[in-house]
């Protein structure tokens, strides 16, 4: 079993900056990448970035191109969302996921094997 826990969610205005973490921990083996995604209130579950945990290669939704960093501390086993420019939009509870031993879809929730309790972020105008 593998536990998520992610951090550092809050209240942002318009223009600001967030960096969220998430820790994994338990049996962590075989893990290929772990991904961000976000759920805004009634919509589906949606890519936000993920990092491949070998290589280092990072993969970007197209709406956070420039102004969002992906990043990995593989040691601690920790993933970060640096989080730059954030707008209104951006409003959303924040899920981290890891995936194990299949190096593809990145980007498909469905291909994630655990995830964390989720953190809010929300961005005023």
């Known amino acids: 079993q593998v536990q998520l826990v992610e951090s550092g969610g809050g209240l942002v205005q318009a223009g600001g900056s967030l960096r969220l973490s998430c820790a994994a921990s338990?049996?962590?083996?075989?893990?290929?990448?772990m991904g961000w995604f976000r759920q805004a209130p009634g919509k589906e579950r949606e890519f936000v970035a993920a990092i491949d945990w070998s290589s280092g290669r990072t993969y970007y939704a197209d709406s956070v191109k420039g102004r969002f960093a992906i990043s990995r501390d593989n040691p601690k086993n920790t993933v970060y969302l640096q989080m730059h420019s954030l707008k209104p939009e951006d409003t959303a509870v924040y899920y981290c996921?890891?995936?194990?031993?299949?190096?593809?879809?990145?980007?498909?929730?469905?291909?994630?094997?655990?995830w964390g309790q989720g953190t809010q972020v929300t961005v005023s105008s």
């Open positions: 338990g049996r962590t083996f075989g893990t290929s990448a």
């Open positions: 996921g890891l995936k194990r031993y299949y190096y593809n879809n990145y980007d498909s929730p469905a291909k994630y094997d655990y």
